[in-house]
């Protein structure tokens, strides 16, 4: 057999990244940075959306506590800046006897035409196209549930916020049960998160002149999850300290219920009761996307996860690796790496140092997880974490100045692979000076 990263005399080898997220973005930024600006390979970077933002940071984007277009990336200066091609467009196939991805044309809002229908040949395949929401078939989520996959499904979910407490301020009637409550079906990091900053920031929307609302009467927040405790994937002492400052907070949660049903008055458990609620955010699971099922025979899971070897690469097509949450990867333990940042991030940098030595001739090493521990920021209120001790072998909990510090590095590790410790150092101060002149939410 050829060597499948051999190519003719003259003729660069193409890495082709489909996906933007953390991992995606951060792969093509750091093989431009080096073989694409060597002229070693050409890489190129596919995505559907113009603009990326950590999704990490959705949560705050949905609560109105974070301007997004302070902390987005433009992908076509980003490409311009390290040495790859950025490509708009969403894959919808895979040709794999001809190795190219298949991409749909792309509409602007007026339904214009963009970009055709069209193919992108590789020579090496690189997936990270992330997940979406999975709403496990449940009868009206689609409808009335907005999910948080994306920056203006959050931002959609913030206007909702501000539009629903201002029609409550000027409308005749009294105040419906259930009208300015909102429903959360998932406790996860997402899901808490958004329960802590929705807490606050509701109540500073109404400040703003809008005195006909109450917040500790008319206000409501309630977390769902199906699981008997919040942050079910994380340590158990992590989620007894979320529990509790949720509680204090006056958040209602509702561990071990089942949803039933959502509707446009709120949500339905398993058991027949009924939580009134206009306004509902769905964060209970996710799933890969549909195009995963039908790419030429590559291996996926029930929750459409492409399965990959230890080395990242698919079981059916060494020249195609999958990495992030679209990517069900052995953790070295007889199980599945769970959708973690830190996951998305650790396998980017794998992938670089194993596809540059593919441009060399070496065979893929395989990839080793190390976890580092789970924080879990609870906006102003607190920060809480579990860290994993490299040098003492055991974990330990952290929570306070400390834990919000550790939170805000990840982010900052993030923005340092992107652009750089300097620039990233500046972004951060930059935000930081000019987050004063306005309201400290979002109101439009």
């Given at each position: 057999m050829a060597?499948?990263?051999?190519?003719?005399?003259?003729?660069?080898?193409?890495?082709?990244?489909?996906?933007?997220?953390?991992?995606?973005?951060?792969?093509?930024?750091?093989?431009?940075?080096?073989?694409?600006?060597?002229?070693?390979?050409?890489?190129?970077?596919?995505?559907?959306?113009?603009?990326?933002?950590?999704?990490?940071?959705?949560h705050a984007v949905a609560a109105g506590?974070?301007?997004?277009?302070?902390?987005?990336?433009?992908?076509?200066?980003?490409?311009?800046?390290?040495?790859?091609?950025?490509?708009?467009?969403?894959?919808?196939?895979?040709?794999?006897?001809?190795?190219?991805?298949?991409?749909?044309?792309?509409?602007?809002?007026?339904?214009?035409?963009?970009?055709?229908?069209?193919?992108?040949?590789?020579?090496?395949?690189v997936l990270a196209v992330g997940s979406v929401t999975n709403d496990f078939g449940t009868p009206g989520v689609a409808e009335f549930a907005v999910p948080l996959e994306t920056p203006q499904q959050a931002a959609r979910f913030n206007r909702r916020l501000v539009n629903a407490c201002i029609h409550a301020h000027v409308q005749e009637e009294p105040i419906r049960p259930g009208q300015l409550h909102v429903a959360i079906i998932g406790a996860g990091a997402t899901g808490t998160e958004l329960a802590a900053e929705i807490h606050r920031t509701a109540r500073e929307v109404v400040?703003?002149?809008?005195?006909?609302?109450?917040?500790?009467?008319?206000?409501?927040?309630?977390?769902?999850?199906?699981?008997p405790r919040v942050l079910p994937a994380l340590p158990e002492r992590l989620s007894t300290a979320v529990a509790a400052l949720l509680g204090r907070l006056g958040v209602e949660v509702r561990t071990g219920a089942q949803v039933a049903a959502v509707d446009a008055h709120g949500v339905t458990l398993a058991g027949g009761a009924f939580l009134p609620a206009e306004l509902v955010v769905w964060c209970a699971g996710v799933k890969g996307p549909e195009c995963l099922a039908h790419l030429d025979g590559l291996e996926v899971t029930?929750?459409?996860?492409?399965?990959?070897?230890?080395?990242?690469?698919?079981?059916?097509?060494?020249?195609?690796?999958?990495?992030?949450?679209?990517?069900?990867?052995?953790d070295g333990h007889g199980g599945r790496l769970p959708p973690r940042a830190q996951a998305a991030h650790q396998q980017a940098a794998h992938l670089v140092r194993s596809l540059r030595?593919?441009?060399?001739?070496?065979?893929?090493?395989?990839?080793?997880?190390r976890d580092f521990g789970s924080l879990v920021s609870l906006g102003k209120f607190s920060t809480?974490?579990?860290?994993?001790?490299?040098?003492?072998?055991?974990?330990?909990?952290?929570?306070?100045l400390m834990a919000r510090l550790m939170y805000?590095?990840?982010?900052?590790?993030?923005?340092?692979?992107?652009?750089?410790?300097?620039?990233?150092?500046?972004?951060?101060?930059?935000?930081?000076?000019?987050?004063?002149?306005?309201?400290v939410v979002k109101l439009h």
């Amino acid at each position: 057999m050829a060597d499948p990263a051999a190519r003719p005399p003259g003729q660069k080898h193409r890495i082709v990244i489909v996906g933007g997220g953390v991992a995606g973005l951060e792969l093509a930024t750091r093989l431009g940075n080096g073989p694409g600006r060597a002229g070693r390979a050409e890489i190129v970077l596919v995505e559907k959306r113009r603009t990326h933002l950590w999704k990490p940071l959705l949560h705050a984007v949905a609560a109105g506590s974070m301007d997004p277009s302070a902390h987005e990336l433009n992908y076509l200066a980003q490409a311009h800046w390290h040495h790859f091609s950025y490509r708009l467009g969403e894959m919808v196939g895979l040709d794999r006897g001809r190795r190219e991805v298949l991409l749909g044309a792309t509409l602007d809002d007026e339904g214009r035409e963009i970009t055709p229908a069209r193919a992108i040949p590789y020579d090496t395949l690189v997936l990270a196209v992330g997940s979406v929401t999975n709403d496990f078939g449940t009868p009206g989520v689609a409808e009335f549930a907005v999910p948080l996959e994306t920056p203006q499904q959050a931002a959609r979910f913030n206007r909702r916020l501000v539009n629903a407490c201002i029609h409550a301020h000027v409308q005749e009637e009294p105040i419906r049960p259930g009208q300015l409550h909102v429903a959360i079906i998932g406790a996860g990091a997402t899901g808490t998160e958004l329960a802590a900053e929705i807490h606050r920031t509701a109540r500073e929307v109404v400040t703003y002149g809008l005195d006909r609302v109450q917040p500790e009467r008319d206000i409501r927040i309630i977390l769902i999850e199906a699981a008997p405790r919040v942050l079910p994937a994380l340590p158990e002492r992590l989620s007894t300290a979320v529990a509790a400052l949720l509680g204090r907070l006056g958040v209602e949660v509702r561990t071990g219920a089942q949803v039933a049903a959502v509707d446009a008055h709120g949500v339905t458990l398993a058991g027949g009761a009924f939580l009134p609620a206009e306004l509902v955010v769905w964060c209970a699971g996710v799933k890969g996307p549909e195009c995963l099922a039908h790419l030429d025979g590559l291996e996926v899971t029930r929750s459409n996860q492409l399965v990959v070897e230890p080395t990242l690469a698919t079981t059916r097509d060494p020249a195609i690796f999958a990495m992030g949450d679209c990517a069900s990867c052995p953790d070295g333990h007889g199980g599945r790496l769970p959708p973690r940042a830190q996951a998305a991030h650790q396998q980017a940098a794998h992938l670089v140092r194993s596809l540059r030595g593919r441009l060399a001739g070496r065979p893929p090493s395989p990839f080793v997880y190390r976890d580092f521990g789970s924080l879990v920021s609870l906006g102003k209120f607190s920060t809480v974490g579990n860290l994993m001790g490299v040098v003492i072998g055991r974990s330990f909990f952290v929570e306070g100045l400390m834990a919000r510090l550790m939170y805000r590095s990840l982010y900052f590790s993030h923005e340092s692979a992107l652009y750089g410790p300097l620039r990233a150092t500046t972004r951060a101060l930059a935000r930081a000076i000019f987050r004063h002149g306005g309201p400290v939410v979002k109101l439009h």
